[in-house]
């Protein structure tokens, strides 16, 4: 396996939990794969509830995490990639013992050592060409045209796209642009190595950005709620002082508005004391039937009526209107403004992503590649 390869592999065969090659890897309904055990641990911190770590809302019963499948391509994966050897072929003499040698020469096979000691024990054989089984070439057919034993299909015609033997390429496809089959084949092997890479950075970076952004609503939503809530407290303060404020001068406006009222009434029952005992004075004189005497009061009653008219004509009835204390219809105001607060959610701009993502039932399948 090349780098390449092996950390193609190693992102899809390692646990995101233990960051180790899964053990029993079991499959959650939203396809996100654990390990049994990282899965139990799981449950057993989360009160008995599984949660996706990847916080894409699935959620299973702790006593139902048993019934999760194995994810069979990752363990198939995990077998090949931990044990490469497993697909050693067997020896094709015998047939019974892993083949370890690949002779390159006529026999064209591979043998255990054995074997392959035993074939090659006498004349020609000794100088046969012994390769390890892993270098064995790779086997190329033979052109179909042209049935000389080395007219093996060894070449590749780029412009017809197709393999050809030596003769073709010297005649039939002259001056066509050529590469060995096994430069081509390992070519292929590289592109659609680069090609896999790709699609995983790319379906990892969207996967990484989507984590990030679960992780940014909910902090973003915890900051603003904490904003409204400081928000909400200054403003139920200021409420608190202001009505504390307001009432005071509601009850001031009385005080000095009822002084003023009083002070005049005071006045006006220092008349009333006078005319009573000004009246009193006049059924007195009246009573005596005293002519000498209603003449000499004559002078002080006229002084009195004509003091007092005076008196009153300063002493103006008291009028009053009433009237809304001022600022009261800017708390009734204040009352609508904070009612008209609304705090919007944000838009997304990817309306084509919304769409697809609608369109699909199976949200397994979304292809992010085209978004
Ligand atoms: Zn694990
Ligand atoms: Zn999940
Ligand atoms: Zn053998
Ligand atoms: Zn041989
Ligand atoms: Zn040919
Ligand atoms: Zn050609």
Request: net charge negative.
């Amino acid at each position: 396996m090349t780098s390449n390869l092996t950390a193609l592999v190693e992102n899809v065969i390692t646990c995101p939990i233990c960051l180790k090659h899964f053990d029993q890897p079991r499959m959650l309904p939203c396809s996100h794969t654990f390990c049994f055990q990282c899965i139990q641990q799981m449950v057993t911190d989360n009160h008995g509830v599984l949660e996706c770590p990847k916080r894409d809302g699935t959620k299973i019963e702790g006593n139902n995490i048993g019934d999760l499948p194995l994810n069979e391509t990752v363990r198939g994966l995990l077998q090949l990639f931990e044990n490469p050897n497993s697909s050693v072929p067997l020896c094709d003499r015998c047939g019974t013992n892993e083949a370890e040698h690949w002779c390159d020469s006529d026999c064209k096979h591979c043998f255990c050592t054995k074997c392959w000691d035993t074939i090659h024990e006498v004349g020609q054989y000794q100088h046969h060409k012994k390769l390890s089984v892993k270098d064995k070439p790779l086997e190329v057919p033979r052109c179909g045209e042209h049935n000389d034993e080395d007219q093996t299909l060894k070449y590749w015609c780029e412009l017809c796209s197709k393999e050809m033997c030596g003769n073709c390429q010297q005649f039939k496809h002259k001056d066509h642009k050529f590469v060995l089959v096994t430069e081509y084949v390992k070519s292929l092997g590289e592109k659609t190595e680069n090609g896999l890479q790709g699609v995983q950075s790319c379906v990892n970076y969207r996967s990484d950005r989507v984590d990030k952004m679960l992780t940014e609503i909910e902090e973003e939503s915890k900051d603003n709620q904490s904003k409204v809530t400081t928000a909400i407290t200054s403003i139920r303060q200021v409420i608190d002082e202001q009505e504390r404020i307001l009432l005071e001068s509601v009850r001031k406006t009385e005080k000095d508005e009822r002084k003023i009222v009083e002070d005049y009434k005071r006045s006006l029952q220092g008349e009333q004391q006078n005319l009573i005992e000004q009246i009193l004075k006049f059924v007195v004189v009246c009573h005596d039937k005293n002519p000498k005497k209603i003449l000499d009061a004559k002078k002080p009653f006229e002084d009195y009526i004509k003091a007092t008219d005076t008196k009153l004509l300063e002493l103006k009835p008291l009028t009053r209107t009433k009237k809304e204390l001022p600022g009261l219809d800017a708390l009734k105001n204040m009352e609508t403004e904070i009612r008209k607060i609304k705090l919007e959610a944000l838009k997304y701009d990817n309306e084509k992503l919304r769409q697809l993502i609608t369109n699909t039932t199976d949200k397994s399948t979304l292809n992010l590649s085209s978004s």
